[in-house]
């Protein structure tokens, strides 16, 4: 019988990790695993889990230490309970490690383990607090943040990578990337600087608007494409005021957050991520596997993905000097671009798929299941009891 998974995740806004949780859920179902979701919202995501067989529970999960959420904590347990009990469940996967506490103890009442993703880099403070070294295991999305685990305390027999995995896009016709270029403003020819983000400090954006004029100081017609939700409007009165001083406001283009970011990518002739802190960025995977170019800091998992110097350049973080010269060499040679574009695409076709990362943390569920002694209520049935 292929394990049946309850995968839990303490949704927001639907960024990042809530994508990555939606495409492995698809992705890993061929594999031979059964999934179960839990849904916030009645919406088209649901629809569309539902529409190809996977089981979704409609259960929005409360903050863990979060006072104002606490009464509903014994409510949802109560109801993923009778989930579990109804349906069977095996493990229990945990999408983010802020819910953990809420997984192991829902795992726990099952009699089934509990794993969880680890998409950050995290030292031993929420490695306490949030209960992960009593999980029974641990995914980091890569090397930096398995070693950031281990660092902080948890068994390194607890502690597996799998890298994340994205989808590889059909490389946009000419038209259709002249076409989108042409609608942001300026002229088509225009070299355009580009980045898929949440505008938030740790991201880096500071550090993008002052290595903006030393960019158009050696390519005048260069712009800025910023793509992203602004989820604190105090920061983004910030950065627009910093490129007025800077002189590089009308140089700036914000399009808000988008649905269909390989479009944007397209429109990009280099992708630049100067983050201060890291997992491993869905947002570089995704510039890869359009064929962009990246730029990228030394930070977590960044330079796990791009190959300085062969699929972009990697930058020490909070330097805009080093990330502007870096953008200029790119942006001034074409035939550079163009190579490091290519290369890209084929890491990502090579280690960063989706069929990777479900095959790997399959291997991760079985590799946990195969270790633990069967508890007598895991996976039972209404009728079994």
Same mark, same amino acid.
């Given at each position: 019988?292929?394990?049946? !998974?309850?995968?839990?995740?303490?949704?927001?806004?639907?960024?990042?990790?809530?994508?990555?949780?939606?495409?492995?859920?698809?992705?890993?179902?061929?594999?031979?695993?059964?999934?179960?979701?839990?849904?916030?919202?009645?919406?088209?995501?649901?629809?569309?889990?539902?529409?190809?067989?996977?089981? !979704?529970?409609?259960?929005?999960?409360?903050?863990?230490?979060?006072?104002?959420?606490?009464?509903? $904590?014994?409510?949802?347990? $109560?109801?993923?309970?009778?989930?579990?009990?109804?349906?069977?469940? *095996?493990?229990?996967?945990?999408?983010?490690?802020?819910?953990?506490?809420?997984?192991?103890?829902?795992?726990?009442?099952?009699?089934?383990?509990?794993?969880?993703?680890?998409?950050?880099?995290?030292?031993?403070?929420?490695?306490?607090?949030?209960?992960?070294?009593? $999980? *029974?295991?641990?995914?980091?999305?890569?090397?930096?943040?398995?070693?950031?685990?281990?660092?902080?305390?948890?068994?390194?027999?607890? !502690?597996?990578?799998?890298?994340?995995?994205?989808?590889?896009?059909?490389?946009?016709?000419?038209?259709?990337?002249? &076409?989108?270029?042409?609608?942001?403003?300026?002229?088509?020819? *225009?070299?355009?600087?580009?980045?898929?983000?949440?505008?938030?400090?740790?991201?880096?954006?500071?550090?993008?608007?002052? &290595?903006?004029?030393?960019?158009?100081?050696?390519?005048?017609?260069?712009?800025?494409?910023?793509?992203?939700?602004?989820?604190?409007?105090?920061?983004?009165?910030?950065?627009? *005021?910093?490129?007025?001083?800077?002189?590089?406001?009308?140089?700036?283009?914000?399009?808000?957050? =988008?649905?269909?970011? %390989?479009?944007?990518?397209?429109?990009?002739?280099?992708?630049?991520? #100067?983050?201060?802190?890291?997992?491993?960025?869905?947002?570089?995977?995704?510039? @890869?596997?359009?064929?962009? %170019?990246?730029?990228?800091?030394?930070?977590?998992?960044? #330079?796990?993905? !791009?190959?300085?110097?062969?699929?972009?350049?990697?930058?020490?973080?909070?330097?805009?000097?080093?990330?502007? =010269?870096?953008?200029?060499?790119?942006?001034?040679?074409? &035939?550079?671009?163009?190579? @490091?574009?290519?290369?890209?695409?084929?890491?990502?076709?090579?280690?960063?798929? $989706?069929?990777?990362?479900?095959?790997?943390?399959?291997? =991760?569920?079985?590799?946990?299941?195969?270790?633990?002694?069967?508890?007598?209520?895991?996976?039972?049935?209404?009728?079994?009891?």
């Amino acid at each position: 019988m292929p394990p049946r !998974v309850l995968y839990l995740h303490e949704f927001g806004r639907l960024g990042g990790a809530e994508q990555a949780l939606l495409r492995l859920v698809e992705a890993i179902r061929p594999t031979g695993v059964e999934p179960l979701v839990v849904w916030p919202r009645n919406d088209a995501i649901l629809a569309r889990l539902s529409s190809q067989g996977i089981r !979704v529970v409609r259960l929005k999960l409360p903050r863990w230490r979060h006072g104002l959420s606490l009464p509903l $904590l014994a409510v949802c347990l $109560l109801r993923l309970r009778h989930v579990l009990c109804r349906g069977g469940v *095996d493990l229990v996967h945990v999408n983010n490690y802020r819910s953990a506490p809420f997984g192991r103890l829902l795992a726990r009442r099952a009699g089934v383990p509990c794993v969880s993703t680890v998409r950050e880099t995290i030292g031993p403070e929420k490695v306490r607090q949030h209960g992960l070294r009593r $999980l *029974d295991a641990l995914v980091a999305v890569c090397d930096s943040v398995a070693r950031a685990l281990v660092d902080a305390g948890v068994p390194r027999d607890r !502690v597996g990578t799998v890298r994340s995995g994205v989808l590889i896009p059909p490389m946009p016709t000419a038209s259709a990337r002249r &076409a989108l270029r042409e609608s942001l403003g300026g002229a088509a020819e *225009d070299p355009v600087v580009g980045i898929v983000a949440h505008i938030l400090p740790h991201k880096g954006f500071d550090d993008l608007i002052q &290595a903006l004029p030393l960019i158009v100081r050696q390519i005048p017609r260069a712009r800025c494409l910023v793509v992203g939700e602004a989820p604190r409007r105090k920061y983004l009165r910030h950065l627009v *005021d910093l490129a007025e001083r800077f002189g590089v406001g009308d140089r700036l283009i914000w399009v808000g957050a =988008q649905e269909d970011v %390989p479009r944007f990518l397209a429109a990009m002739d280099l992708f630049v991520l #100067p983050s201060h802190t890291e997992g491993l960025p869905l947002t570089v995977l995704e510039a @890869m596997a359009a064929g962009r %170019p990246v730029i990228g800091t030394a930070v977590g998992g960044i #330079p796990e993905a !791009v190959r300085h110097g062969e699929t972009g350049f990697v930058v020490p973080p909070r330097d805009p000097r080093r990330l502007a =010269q870096a953008a200029v060499d790119v942006l001034a040679n074409p &035939a550079l671009a163009k190579s @490091m574009g290519e290369a890209g695409r084929a890491t990502v076709r090579e280690a960063f798929t $989706l069929d990777r990362e479900a095959r790997q943390t399959r291997a =991760q569920y079985c590799r946990v299941l195969e270790s633990r002694p069967l508890s007598p209520t895991a996976g039972a049935t209404e009728a079994d009891r």
